[in-house]
């Protein structure tokens, strides 16, 4: 079983409530205005803010 691309309608950011987006090849969804990355472990995308990653700009 993969993730279901189709939550990306329903998913937000848990910070801001804003839009996400997908990355396949990390498994992480992104928030390009926090400069967060929420882990997709076991095909459940883990949106707490504590366990996100902080995107460095680059």
Same mark, same amino acid.
């Given at each position: 079983? !993969?993730?279901? $691309? &189709? +939550?990306?309608?329903? /998913?937000?950011? *848990?910070?801001? #409530?804003? #839009? +996400?987006?997908?990355? #396949?090849? &990390? &498994? %992480?969804?992104?928030?390009?205005?926090? =400069?967060?990355?929420? !882990?997709? %472990? &076991?095909?459940? *995308?883990? +949106? /707490? %803010? !504590? %366990? !996100? =990653? #902080? +995107? $460095?700009?680059?």
């Amino acid at each position: 079983m !993969a993730f279901d $691309t &189709q +939550l990306m309608e329903i /998913l937000a950011c *848990p910070v801001c #409530k804003g #839009k +996400l987006d997908y990355d #396949k090849e &990390q &498994q %992480e969804l992104i928030c390009n205005f926090d =400069r967060l990355a929420y !882990a997709i %472990e &076991q095909d459940i *995308p883990v +949106l /707490l %803010e !504590a %366990e !996100a =990653r #902080k +995107l $460095t700009s680059s």
